[in-house]
Structures are given as C-alpha cells and as structure tokens.
C-alpha cells in the first residue's frame, strides 16, 4: 500500500477495475474542505486513459510491474512469440496485448515485455525500427523536387508515406510512436 500523497508519474497502481499507470496527478488543497489528489491514468491492458480523484492520505494497492528484455521470434495461431533473454524460455503472447505493436516487429527485434505477476501486460518498442521497403510505386521523373510523397508497402504490411525517390528493397527508419517515415538507413 502506498499513500495518494506519494505517488510520482509512471509509477503502477493496482485498482478495484484493474491495472493502471500513472501519467499525471496533482495534488489539490482547496481553502475550504479537505485536500485531494487528481490522476490521470492509463489502464495498461487496453490503453484506456481516465481521470480519478482520491483523498489526499488514501491508500492504494501499488503493482509491482517488471520490465525484462525478451526477442521477438515469430507469429502463428497461438499468437506472437517471444523469447526471454536472460534465461532462453519462450512465451506466446496474445494478439490482442501484440496489436499496437505488430506492423513494427520483424523476426529477431528486441522488445522489453512489461510483466505483472509473471503475465505480460504490455509490448514496448524501440523509439524507432528499420524495416525494408517490399513494394513501392516507381516515382515520375521530374516530381523530385516538389517535396511529394507516395505509398510504400512495408515488409511487415505497414503502409508509410515517403518521398518520391524512396525504392523497393531500401530499408528505412520508421517511428514506432506514430508509423511516420524518419530516414533512409
């Protein structure tokens, strides 16, 4: 248990409707009545973020939640499959927890799985990826330089918008966060 007057952004609480994160909270002391704490939260098994207020000295339950480095191995029915660098034990991870983070993982990427109580409760990417581009549209010769953009295929099925002069089999860097084009590689 820890005290609402003593929790910090990124810390884990383990509430009555789940598992959350904390991404902001502010403490407020009204002049009349009793302080209380407002948080912004983010349910780590859906990514759902809600406001929360509790009074100041409450107790709530904090989730211990371990990040480990583990590789990416492959996809099949059971789901993505994952193996743990420390001790080599594989895992198969649902698709559901995966789906965010699918169009970015090739086979051998690594990854840090966010563990509570031995169960995988989040997939968390690199900032960004290098994927190879497996189809692209030939660009039209004199439309270089006015700053255009096409559709390329990625070779995990991502669908990025790059310049003109970007050819299949280049590999480029792709921004996890957003699916945005960065740079050639």
């Known amino acids: 248990m820890i005290s609402t007057n003593d929790v910090r952004p990124g810390m884990a609480l383990s509430l009555h409707d789940g ?44 989730a211990i939640v371990d990040k480990r480095d583990f590789q990416y191995l492959f996809r099949d029915d059971l789901g993505f499959h994952f193996m743990d660098m420390e001790d080599y034990s594989q895992m198969a991870v649902s698709v559901d927890l995966c789906e965010e983070a699918a169009p970015f ?5 690594s ?6 109580e031995g169960t995988p409760i989040g997939v968390d990417l690199p900032a960004s990826v290098v994927l190879e581009v497996q189809y692209a549209e030939p660009g039209v010769k004199g439309d270089r330089v006015s700053g255009g953009t096409k559709p390329v295929t990625m070779e995990t099925g991502l669908v990025v918008n790059v310049p003109l002069f970007i050819e299949t089999g280049e590999n480029l860097k792709i921004d996890t966060r957003n699916g ?5 590689v």
């Open 111 to 116: 990854v840090i799985l966010s563990m509570y």
């Open 19 to 62: 598992l959350f994160a904390i991404v902001e909270y502010n403490h407020v002391k009204p002049g009349k009545g009793k302080a209380f704490v407002k948080m912004k939260l983010k349910k780590l098994t859906t990514g759902q973020v809600m406001e929360r207020t509790f009074r100041a000295d409450e107790n709530v339950d904090r």
């Open 180 to 184: 945005e084009y960065v740079t050639r």
């Open 105 to 109: 993982l090739v086979d051998g990427d």
